[in-house]
């Protein structure tokens, strides 16, 4: 059913690709890359939807109602579905769209999808709390060479060799 995968791309190859898409972002919209403001202000929206008042009244959603339009009236939104769309097509032209479940094999699935979910939720307060996520600060900050984008590269890669390896511990 599924053919031979493709080979990766080589880091170098691939870095200096990323590197040309980020360049094309900042001349063609005046920001970089991102995504995390996509899922913020998703959720103003919903909240907005349902609960219009509260959402109004909440001191980090409330603004993100005033923005002129819903969700696809922004930037981050259509990058957001591009990254989704043309992930989805290079899986699936390379040979290596697969569903499968990762982890863990000591976890059970559900066990599995718990954490990856309870992980996915952590990652995203701390992206909010850290004002973007690691392509956004990271990324972006660093190609304008921010110092708060080279602290927080510095602290995520080291908490994630801790929380692997304790992951390990526990787990493995």
């Known amino acids: 059913m599924f053919s031979e995968p493709r080979p990766f791309w080589s880091p170098l190859a691939a870095g200096i690709g990323l590197g ?10 005046g920001h970089g890359l991102g995504a995390s403001g996509f899922f913020t202000r998703l959720t103003a929206w919903f909240g907005g939807e349902i609960a219009r008042p ?39 032209t390379s040979g290596r769209f697969r569903v499968k479940l990762d982890g863990a094999t000591r976890l059970s699935g559900s066990r599995r999808i718990a954490c990856a979910i ?8 701390g992206a909010r709390l850290a004002r ?41």
């Open 118 to 125: 309870a992980g996915g939720l952590l990652t995203g307060v």
């Open 54 to 92: 509260a959402t109004e009244a909440n001191i980090y959603l409330g603004p993100f109602l005033k923005a002129a339009g819903g969700p696809l009236a922004t930037w981050i939104t259509w990058e957001v579905i591009g990254v989704m769309l043309g992930a989805l097509v290079a899986a699936v």
């Open 132 to 172: 973007g996520c690691t392509s956004g600060i990271g990324l972006s900050g660093g190609a304008t060479l921010g110092v708060a984008a080279f602290l927080f590269l510095i602290g995520f890669f080291v908490s994630g060799v801790a929380i692997g390896w304790l992951a390990r511990r526990i787990w493995a």
């Open 20 to 29: 040309l898409v980020l360049l094309l972002t900042f001349l063609l919209t």
